[in-house]
């Protein structure tokens, strides 16, 4: 008995202590936790930094007519209201995220025991977050899995249902929730991924967004498409399980296939314009208001013509490039490095995938019928009809196991992973477009290389090339300055100057042929080179120079006679606004491209004022070279374009060894030019003229471009009549010639003698 009461004695101590430890423990515990509650509390955040701190949003590039060129963008995002977020949008959102998130306090302490409970059970990794709870994540705290952050969360929560509305909430929620591919918010999705605004989107797409919202890398549509449709018809099931949906709309939604558009967020059809926009607001504002602001840039440049500047050279290069070269072989063969097929791995293939866009593709296996080609984790097959253009009858011709070539994706199925291809190869050569509009110099197009991607320096502004016979026009505009009629003649006969050195100078034509004396309009319609030097001699090479740097050419010329024949550098812009003053009654304008820039809030920074107009030359000499320049096209090297159907006038412009290709031409409302060439110095080929390879381009754009310009007539002033007999000779003089009648004197059989003029310039472009 004893012994049993000094066992009892001793449990109850046991149980006391036992009892006391444990309160002690729970009461440090508590406290511990109620301190670093406090603690937390005291860190926290202030939630009015949902306001006060406005999330990076995109700024944006519009083209004339209102039309998005581009973006500039570290997170692509834009901000909606409440108001504007659809209801199918919001309700697929409630389902898939927090269905009880208007009825609850911030925090859904039964999912959280809930979820908690089967964490244990099954380990899932499923977390309990209400929406509110998930903004803290994003805003203020981090994705790491602690202790921590979950209780950072629930206070930062608790606080901000006290100083939000549940829509202010959501909406803060629905504006900054990653989307994947760097895409911010449900209306920057809906562009990305459907190229629809959020209340163009379906139940199906709304579906898809919010199933995306959990995990985006997990359920893209673009990289798991299978996922992605699995996600999306979940969130129909809980949306018909919250009575959100009706069976009906659920069994029609859950049959639609996953289509989602295939083009990069910063795709453009100005690449290189949009590079020239992002310097010149990098010299004059903020790198933070471009990037993350949401600046609104308005541009001049018109969309349907920049899109056909774009097509109308990438077609023009490639098709010159197949005629020149042919099938130039594939760019290498891995197997032939030492490399393995199924290892392989090119680092094109790490970028997103979008119709329309170059890549590199792996020759796996070929037969004369077929090959099939890997990209990435995507196959395509190649068959006769994609390798067509080569001119080799069996696929294995072109394309070996362990080749890799250069392929335009045409189609991509997603789901299969199979992409429809046709093989294509990078041209060696290079080109730029650029347009003007004559009244007002705003720069309607620009393109500055084949591939921006390849190569992003500008060869329509930063490309310093020769210009050729399309510098001739300043020659006979100061010719015309002088006095001289488009109708006088100048002798087309072999000539040699000397400069001071004693040094020859002897300009050919480029068809080695002579005409004796022909009229001032004929000689520049079919570029003939040795009259325009004689006009140079006639006036002075200076004035040649000095025209031409009226004309905003804003060089240091020396003045030599070769210099009438474009043996200078200019940039493919400068040489259309030059000209574009023909067509503007001798007016310049000075280019320009920006419009106007607003904040996001609309307020506007900068707005263009219309600059200062220079009268280049008096309008009765603009007339005259109207006249000149028509001329050009109707009867001269510039024939091909009378396609057009339409009033238009321009040169052509070749240099020495053809290695640049040139043509500049106009209608009363643009200018617009074409610059082809390799950009070292380099032959195009033999005989291979602007009237052969730039102007067909030229033509080709300009048919696209002025679809929607109505046809306008050139003003039809009279050029002035000739001097009677009187024609210029090689010593810079005119003399009479009363013994021969006008019409005689085309086979004037004259050969004046050289003369000596300072010119040191021996080898002159050609026409």
């Not at 301190?35 to 202030?46: H, I, N, S």
């Not at 359920?219 to 399980?241: C, E, Q, T």
């Not at 005409?515 to 030097?533: F, M």
């Not at 996001?600 to 005259?624: C, S, W």
């Amino acid at each position: 008995m004893n012994d049993w009461l000094k066992y009892k004695v001793h449990d109850r101590r046991y149980l006391f202590w036992g009892t006391y430890g444990l309160l002690v423990l729970g009461a440090v515990l508590l406290g511990g936790l109620v301190g670093m509650v406090f603690g937390y509390t005291v860190d926290l955040p202030r939630v009015q930094e949902l306001e006060a701190n406005q999330p990076s949003v995109v700024s944006y590039v519009y083209a004339d007519d209102g039309r998005v060129l581009g973006q500039f963008a570290l997170e692509r995002r834009i901000l909606v209201s409440y108001e504007q977020i659809p209801r199918t949008i919001k309700e697929a959102i409630l389902a898939a995220e927090d269905a009880q998130f208007f009825s609850h306090s911030g925090i859904d302490f039964r999912r959280m025991l809930a979820t908690a409970v089967n964490n244990i059970i099954h380990w899932d990794g499923k977390g309990g977050s209400t929406l509110t709870m998930q903004l803290s994540k994003m805003r203020f705290t981090s994705t790491e899995k602690t202790l921590e952050r979950k209780i950072k969360d629930i206070l930062y929560a608790i606080d901000t249902e006290k100083n939000y509305s549940k829509e202010q909430i959501f909406t803060f929620y629905c504006n900054q929730i990653p989307l994947g591919h760097g895409t911010y918010g449900i209306a920057a999705a809906a562009e990305f991924y459907f190229h629809k605004s959020l209340a163009e989107l379906d139940l199906a797409e709304s579906a898809l967004l919010a199933g995306i919202t959990q995990t985006p890398a997990r359920y893209s549509p673009i990289l798991h498409a299978s996922r992605a449709f699995a996600r999306r018809n979940w969130v129909l099931g809980r949306m018909k399980d919250e009575g959100f949906i009706s069976e009906a709309e659920f069994r029609e939604a859950v049959q639609q296939p996953i289509v989602v558009k295939d083009s990069r967020p910063d795709d453009s059809p100005a690449p290189y314009f949009l590079e020239s926009v992002r310097q010149y607001l990098t010299a004059n504002y903020p790198s933070t208001d471009i990037w993350q602001g949401g600046l609104r840039v308005y541009t001049t440049v018109d969309y349907d013509m920049q899109t056909a500047a774009e097509r109308a050279l990438r077609e023009g290069l490639i098709a010159f490039d197949r005629r020149s070269r042919g099938w130039a072989g594939p760019e290498f063969n891995i197997l032939n490095q030492g490399e393995d097929l199924s290892e392989y791995v090119h680092p094109a293939w790490r970028l997103l995938f979008y119709e329309g866009q170059l890549v590199h593709g792996l020759t796996l296996e070929s037969s004369a019928e077929a090959a099939t080609v890997r990209l990435g984790s995507f196959s395509a097959a190649v068959g006769p009809e994609e390798i067509q253009w080569t001119r080799k009858t069996r696929v294995d011709e072109v394309l070996k196991p362990g080749d890799v070539a250069v392929f335009r994706l045409e189609e991509i199925n997603r789901a299969e992973r199979t992409i429809r291809v046709s093989l294509q190869q990078i041209p060696e050569v290079q080109g730029a477009v650029y347009a003007v509009d004559n009244r007002t110099g705003a720069v309607k197009a620009m393109v500055g290389g084949f591939d921006f991607e390849r190569s992003k320096f500008n060869r329509a502004t930063q490309a310093l090339r020769q210009p050729g016979s399309i510098f001739k026009p300043f020659t006979y505009a100061a010719a015309l300055e002088a006095g001289y009629s488009p109708f006088d003649r100048v002798l087309d006969a072999p000539v040699e100057f000397r400069d001071g050195l004693g040094r020859p100078y002897a300009p050919s034509n480029s068809d080695n042929e002579f005409k004796g004396l022909i009229a001032i309009h004929q000689a520049l319609a079919e570029s003939r080179n040795i009259p325009t030097v004689r006009l140079a001699n006639a006036i002075g090479p200076q004035k040649v120079a000095d025209i031409a740097q009226r004309f905003g050419i804003r060089r240091d010329f020396p003045p030599y006679l070769s210099l009438a024949l474009g043996a200078a550098e200019v940039t493919l812009s400068e040489i259309v606004s030059a000209f574009s003053a023909f067509p503007n009654n001798g007016v310049r304008t000075e280019p320009y491209f920006i419009q106007r820039v607003e904040d996001y809030n609309g307020v506007t920074l900068e707005e263009h004022r219309p600059t200062a107009h220079f009268e280049v030359m008096r309008p009765e000499i603009a007339d005259e070279m109207i006249y000149l320049l028509r001329g050009v096209v109707q009867r001269g090297t510039g024939r091909l374009a009378q396609q057009l159907g339409r009033p238009v006038a321009g040169k052509t412009g070749t240099t020495n060894d053809f290695t640049d290709s040139w043509f500049v031409g106009f209608v009363p409302q643009v200018t617009a030019g074409v610059w082809i060439g390799h950009d070292a110095k380099k032959t195009l080929g033999n005989r291979v003229y602007g009237a052969t390879l730039a102007l067909p381009i030229w033509v080709d754009f300009m048919k696209e471009a002025l679809q929607d310009l109505p046809p306008e007539d050139f003003r039809n002033r009279p050029p002035r009549e000739p001097f009677s007999t009187q024609i210029v000779d090689s010593g810079g003089t005119t003399e009479p010639f009363p013994d021969l009648e006008p019409d005689s004197r085309e086979n004037a059989p004259l050969s004046p003698p050289s003369i000596e003029v300072e010119d040191i310039t021996p080898n002159p472009p050609t026409r």
